[in-house]
Each structure stands twice: as C-alpha cells, then as structure tokens.
C-alpha cells in the first residue's frame, strides 16, 4: 500500500499513537469544514510528522483541517469483567445522601 509523510508546522496531539485512522478536512474560505475523508492507519509518528498508509483515494494538502480516531478494538476505556465490588464510605460527620450511581461495562472476553 502506499504510504505519505504529512508534516506539521504546530504540535502534533499528545493523544496521537501508531494504529490510530487518521482523516483531513478541506476547510472552506468561511472556516466551515467539510466533511472528513479518511486517509488512512498512521504507522509512524514523531514530534513533526506522521507517516500514513493509506486505505481510500483521499489526498493531504496543506491547510487541511487533520483529525484522528482510535480503534475501539485497541483503545476501550469502559470497565471490563464480569464481576465489580464497590464500596462508598462517607467519613464526614456530617449527613449526606446519595442520589444516583451508574457505570458503563464493556465483556471483555466471549
């Protein structure tokens, strides 16, 4: 597959990691973007650019607008198990009530 150097003047997003998909935005003269195409699975990244192997026809010209995107195979950030034990304790004297608790599970395995 192809792959493309995109360089960046300004500071590439900590967040940024190999395996992430990364897509451009051409953005319009009112600053409006249009809607993102996908580039490709970043395979490379340093402190000034990214290497892309690419996965569409989309192109990369300068003063595109670059976002990314982590696979959710890899980068799940739900709790994961079958079994949770939680535990509150309140160590004010004072009286306290508790409304609501929620949580997000995610299997982990099938």
Not at 19 to 24: E, K, R, S, V
Not at 52 to 76: I, Y
Not at 86 to 94: A, G, P, Q, R
Request: proline share 3%; hydrophobic share 40%.
């Amino acid at each position: 597959m192809a792959q493309t150097k995109i360089n960046f003047s300004d500071t590439i997003n900590s967040s940024l990691q190999v395996g992430d998909i990364a897509y451009a935005s051409e953005v319009l003269p009112n600053g409006i973007t249009k809607a993102p195409n996908l580039i490709g699975t970043i395979i490379e990244v340093t402190l000034n650019y990214i290497i892309v192997e690419h996965a569409g026809s989309a192109t990369v010209a300068q003063g595109m607008f670059m976002l990314f995107s982590k696979p959710t195979e890899v980068n799940d950030s739900s709790l994961k198990g079958y079994f949770a034990d939680v535990t509150f304790k309140n160590y004010s004297s004072e009286y306290a009530e508790l409304y609501s608790i929620s949580s997000e599970v995610s299997v982990s395995s099938k």
